[in-house]
Structures are given as structure tokens and as C-alpha cells.
């Protein structure tokens, strides 16, 4: 009898109508202004033509976002076919160019040296392979790139949890669900500043420097450039 298949992620990969009722969730004009916010904050700085990287990009709004800016060439790695295909389509609809693919995060499918900026939000804490999947990012990185990766703080109060729900002006029963949910991962998964720092000293990076604010743990990695 042959093995089951290792799951790459905590949680089942979202598919199908479970993937789409999550892009709807993710796509209020509230978040979509913040969405192109935080774009032009991450790719500021970036030389034309820059290559990025955003790992589980899901429907793909920020990815859009950072193409839309017309800096970088942007590529999406989702381990969910169906978030490929949202992704895909949400680009075309943009009318910008964004390459999206399925994939693990463990063993992404890029040559090294590929990239010069890596984005990972609200998505890390699922990964059941947190190590590879760094260093899976410096392998990919080009020496001198960055890896930003944005999630929830483990040290966030309530207070905390129920500011970031009313910012997605869900209705009520969503605006429910979506507290429960952020409250069991944030106890169950999320990373805490000090955690983090553990984590990334057992990787290729050798390190990393940890912001919060409010719910966000913001984690920024750096390959070292070449001598």
C-alpha cells in the first residue's frame, strides 16, 4: 500500500467554490485601495524591469497591484489551481501581465537567482514546511534581493482582530465568520516576532528583522550580496 501524500500545508488547499467565495471575501474596495497601497510601498526602490515574486498570491489582487505599477515583472506561485485561474483572470481583466503558476512553495519551479524581490502575505502560517520554504526563497533570490513576508501577529488582542474585520466592511454574518476564523489561527498558527526570528537563524538567511503593527507581523529577509 503505497504512502499517503504529505499535506504541504496546514490547512487544505482551497479549490473550487471554497477558493472563489474567498477571493470575493478578499476583494471589497476597501481592500482593494489597500492592496495598491502596499504595492507601490513594496516596489519602491526597485530597479525597471525588477523581477518579483509573490508566493500564494491567491485571486491576485496585490500581484496585479505591483504589475499595474509597471516597475517590475511580476510572477504568482499558488499551490491552488483554482487561485491560478482567479489570479489569471483577475490580470486579464486589469489588463496587465502577470504570469501566475501552481506550485509548492518547498520546491518552487524557478531556476536560482531568479528574483529580486520575494511577497508572502497572510499566507506563511499555513505552510507546514516553514524552513524549506525559506530557504527555498533565498535560493530563488538574486544576492541583494529580499524576501517581505506579512502575517498575523500572534501577539495581536481582539481589539486588534475586530479593527482589521471592520476595515474589510464584510456584512454581518461574514464579519463573524471571518473574527472566529482569525481568531483560531491566531492562536493555533501565527507567529510571534521572537518565534520568527528562531525560525529564519535555521535557514539560508541566517536571520531576519520583524516589524508589528497591530495584526501584522511584518518579517523581511535578506540574501547576502556576492563579494
Known amino acids: 500500500m503505497s504512502a499517503a501524500p504529505r499535506r504541504r500545508f496546514q490547512l487544505p488547499e482551497m479549490e473550487g467554490r471554497t477558493a472563489r467565495w474567498y477571493a470575493r471575501q478578499c476583494g471589497s474596495a476597501t481592500q482593494m485601495a489597500e492592496y495598491r497601497q502596499e504595492a507601490a510601498r513594496l516596489t519602491a ?8 515574486l509573490e508566493v500564494a498570491p491567491g485571486p491576485g489582487y496585490q500581484a496585479v497591484e505591483m504589475a499595474r505599477a509597471g516597475v517590475a515583472r511580476v510572477t504568482g506561485l499558488d499551490i491552488s489551481r483554482t487561485m491560478v485561474e482567479i489570479g489569471t483572470q483577475t490580470a486579464r481583466q486589469a489588463g496587465v501581465h502577470v504570469e501566475f ?8 519551479p524557478f531556476a536560482a537567482e531568479s528574483f529580486d524581490l520575494i511577497v508572502c502575505q497572510a499566507a506563511f502560517k499555513n505552510f ?3 524552513v524549506s520554504a525559506l530557504d527555498e526563497m533565498h535560493r530563488v533570490l538574486r544576492p541583494g534581493g529580499r524576501a ?8 495581536a488582542t ?15 454574518v461574514n464579519s463573524f465568520v471571518t473574527r472566529l476564523t482569525l481568531s483560531t489561527m491566531l492562536r493555533r498558527r501565527a507567529y510571534s516576532p521572537a518565534s520568527f526570528r528562531r525560525l529564519a537563524a535555521q535557514t539560508a538567511f541566517g536571520g531576519c528583522e520583524t516589524h508589528t503593527s497591530g495584526m501584522t507581523l511584518e518579517m523581511r529577509l535578506t540574501k547576502a550580496a556576492a563579494a
Not at 526602490?45 to 518579483?52: D, H, M, N, Q, R
Not at 517581505?148 to 501577529?153: A, K, T
Not at 481582539?158 to 454581518?172: F, K, S
Request: aromatic residues 0%.
Open 128 to 130: 507546514k514546511q516553514p
Open 45 to 52: 526602490g526597485l530597479a525597471s524591469g525588477a523581477k518579483v
Open 148 to 155: 517581505v513576508i506579512q502575517d498575523m501577529n500572534r501577539e
Open 101 to 108: 503558476r501552481q506550485g509548492d512553495v518547498s520546491a518552487m
Open 158 to 172: 481582539r481589539a486588534d482582530i475586530a479593527r482589521e474585520v471592520a476595515r474589510m466592511r464584510l456584512n454581518r
